[in-house]
């Protein structure tokens, strides 16, 4: 089993770096394989709504200049996922965002049933917004959430400090265990057992 870390920092060794990090240390002392994809510091393109991934089909964003049909595929190879933003303005990046946003609505099957977790790095505050934004899109695509002793948040300002938050970095390693638990349990059998869905019904407000 293998669980894909994205790096949403420009910083490639920075605090979000270190939290995925202490994620994927612990998920590999219990057999989880890992990866952790950083950002960089490349531009990457908006979603334009011009939804052609959807109408021919294509699996893949139709836009292929930049990181988001590499994390498609990843995705794809992938059980699990966890998502670490730093905070800017009590957002996320919104380099991440857009990445994410194509990721996820160009192929949404690659992450069905997949359990995800995501993680906010802050300096003081603004972090559970950053939390509840990177949460949202899990809870549209049938992904189990994965929890962990307290809200996945860890403080630090200068490159290093979340080492100092000993309560930050315990989260990071429970929430860890409790992917690895989760992830055994779904494939215990060799193969995911996921639910039997019904159809999805598409409504709005306009009559």
């Not at 966890?82 to 990721?103: A, E, H, K």
Request: net charge positive; glycine share 8%.
């Amino acid at each position: 089993m293998k669980v894909l870390l994205i790096n949403g920092s420009a910083r490639s060794k920075g605090n979000t770096f270190l939290a995925l990090s202490e994620v994927a240390k612990t998920l590999n002392a219990q057999g989880i394989e890992t990866e952790i994809v950083q950002i960089g510091a490349k531009p990457v393109r908006g979603c334009i709504a011009c939804n052609t991934c959807w109408d021919k089909g294509l699996g893949r964003c139709v836009f292929d200049d930049d990181l988001c049909n590499r994390v498609v595929k990843k995705l794809a190879q992938a059980d699990g996922l966890i998502i670490g933003s730093p905070t800017y303005y009590g957002q996320p990046n919104g380099t991440l965002l857009s990445l994410m946003q194509r990721v996820l609505y160009c192929n949404p099957a690659n992450a069905v049933g997949k359990p995800a977790a995501a993680v906010a790095v802050c300096r003081r505050g603004g972090s559970t917004a950053v939390f509840q934004t990177l949460n949202m899109p899990f809870q549209m695509l049938n992904m189990p959430i994965v929890t962990s002793q307290y809200w996945n948040v860890v403080f630090g300002m200068n490159e290093g400090e979340v080492a100092l938050d000993a309560e930050g970095m315990q989260t990071m390693r429970t929430l860890a265990l409790n992917m690895a638990w989760l992830l055994q349990k779904i494939h215990r059998d060799g193969k995911p057992e996921f639910p039997d869905y019904e159809p999805q019904v598409f409504t709005h407000f306009i009559r």
